[in-house]
């Protein structure tokens, strides 16, 4: 091996070396330590026993567990949906839109951060009280029932992760909708496709890496979502993060919680795969608009 190629093998290195340290650190590790004490007897007093065990792991089989899981991937899987199909017209719109108007679309979008997430969550507390505005609206509107209850329920879970995740959806959707060449949809109508063909059958295809970042931008936080539902889904909405924080503080039961994340981990990891294993050959780009014809 010659003197250059150890020097680009060196300078290979020194550019990765951090990254991958920081995933060790921050990922890797954490992921282990979880795992181990998960195989750990729980402690009386709150702490982690000695000793190695599988008794922990088969308390996953709590009939209560399935339950959870089950709601965490729907109300996740869910509002990934919702979030798509919200965000891709919206994105479309923005890439076509004029200078100014994509400034102010992209302006809104982003001007949620500028608070607090708690902030907006009570915010949306307050909206969906019982005595709050909007049920006096629909009250009014005979769309509901005065018994009706819009907090502490898995819709009212869904309905506030679906805004927060939205602008999530709409940038990465954007960012691929502004590379697209809009000539094919136009040389699609031209060939006798209807607008919502051609915006689904060559728009849709041909944003498909954005739509995979977005997908994963916005289920993976979602499943391991904590907040929402402790503040507007109580105990009959409450997902998988709400009792891996009820095991840990609660009952001080720091392995069954340990074995709870590693299930959450598996099942934000499984996604991830998925669609990275999807989109290994990379993005092939819209069909010829004469397909869709």
């Known amino acids: 091996m010659g003197k250059k190629s150890i020097r680009n093998l060196w300078a290979e290195g020194s550019l990765t070396t951090p990254s991958f340290?920081?995933?060790?650190?921050?990922?890797?590790?954490?992921?282990l330590i979880i795992l181990a004490i998960a195989l750990k007897p729980a402690d009386p007093t709150g702490g982690i026993g000695q000793g190695w065990t599988l008794k922990t792991l088969m308390s996953l089989r709590n009939p209560n567990y399935p339950e959870v899981i089950f709601r965490t991937l729907w109300l996740s899987v869910t509002t990934t949906a919702i979030t798509l199909a919200l965000a891709t017209p919206i994105a479309y719109y923005i890439a076509r839109s004029t200078p100014w108007k994509r400034d102010l679309v992209l302006f809104l979008t982003?001007?949620?951060?500028?608070?607090?997430?708690?902030?907006?969550?009570?915010?949306?507390?307050?909206?969906?009280?019982?005595?709050?505005?909007?049920?006096?609206?629909?009250?009014?509107?005979?769309?509901?029932?005065?018994?009706?209850?819009?907090?502490?329920?898995?819709?009212?879970?869904?309905?506030?992760?679906?805004?927060?995740?939205?602008?999530?959806?709409?940038l990465p959707l954007y960012a691929a909708a502004e590379k697209f060449d809009f000539s094919l949809v136009e040389a699609a109508m031209d060939l006798g496709a209807g607008r919502l063909r051609a915006f689904l059958s060559v728009f849709v295809p041909g944003i498909w890496n954005g739509l995979v970042s977005a997908c994963l931008m916005v289920l993976i936080p979602?499943?391991?979502?904590?907040?929402?539902?402790?503040?507007?889904?109580?105990?009959?909405?409450?997902?998988?993060?709400?009792?891996?924080?009820?095991?840990?503080?609660?009952?001080?039961?720091?392995?069954?919680?340990?074995?709870?994340?590693?299930?959450?981990?598996?099942?934000?990891?499984?996604?991830?795969?998925?669609?990275?294993?999807?989109?290994?050959?990379?993005?092939?780009?819209?069909r010829p608009a004469k397909e869709v014809v």
């Open 21 to 31: 340290a920081w995933l060790f650190i921050f990922l890797l590790l954490p992921m």
């Open 110 to 170: 982003v001007i949620p951060f500028w608070t607090s997430f708690l902030i907006r969550i009570f915010a949306w507390k307050v909206v969906l009280h019982p005595d709050g505005l909007l049920k006096q609206a629909l009250v009014w509107c005979h769309l509901i029932s005065p018994d009706t209850l819009l907090l502490y329920r898995p819709e009212a879970v869904l309905l506030v992760m679906v805004y927060t995740e939205l602008p999530f959806a709409i």
């Open 222 to 286: 979602c499943i391991g979502s904590y907040v929402i539902p402790d503040v507007v889904g109580g105990k009959g909405a409450a997902m998988l993060g709400n009792v891996i924080a009820q095991r840990t503080f609660t009952d001080r039961n720091l392995p069954a919680a340990s074995a709870l994340a590693a299930v959450l981990t598996i099942v934000m990891l499984l996604p991830l795969f998925y669609f990275l294993r999807r989109n290994k050959g990379g993005d092939e780009g819209p």
